[in-house]
């Protein structure tokens, strides 16, 4: 299993992304496709349930996520911010998303929440250093079995 890419979406908008591998040939644009993710997500909890959704599955890849909530400084009220990670598909992924990504993104949510509850979440720049918190939290889990055995000899 490879994480592909993580990250956190805020009011639709990407605060910090890392990607670890391609997923796509062409230029996406991020802002676009977080409103879309943030939309899709709202749609299906809503449709559904709060707690039954936990990642959606596509041909190669899924999106796994979880969801807390954070007060800005133009907030009174903490608002929904999502931490996501890009995986590939693979076989009896429920149990590999259960065990270990998603305690994996609510330590980024965690992590986030304590650095930068109350500031201003809309100057995204100012999030570009928390990138290595996110290379040290997912680690290995975003290496692939070549670059796992390239670090081991």
């Known amino acids: 299993m490879v994480v592909r890419e993580a990250g956190l979406l805020f009011r639709g908008f990407t605060l910090i992304k890392k990607s670890y591998h391609v997923t796509s040939k062409g230029k996406i644009d991020t802002d676009l496709r ?21 990642y959606f599955e596509g041909k190669k890849f899924l999106i796994a996520f979880i969801e807390d909530e954070i007060r800005s400084d133009d907030s009174f009220e903490p608002e929904l911010i999502i931490s996501y990670a890009i995986l590939d598909k693979e076989k009896r992924i429920e149990k590999y998303i259960r065990k270990i990504i998603q305690p994996l993104l609510k330590q980024v949510s965690k992590e986030f929440k304590t650095l930068n509850t109350g500031k201003n979440l809309s100057e995204v720049s100012q999030f570009k250093p928390f990138k290595q918190n996110l290379d040290r939290i997912f680690g290995s889990d975003t290496q692939t079995i070549d670059q796992k055995l390239k670090g081991v000899f």
Not at 34 to 54: C, H, M, P, R, Y
Request: net charge negative.
């Open 34 to 54: 977080s409103g879309l993710l943030t939309a899709i997500l709202n749609f299906a909890q809503s449709t559904f349930s709060k707690d039954l959704v936990e």
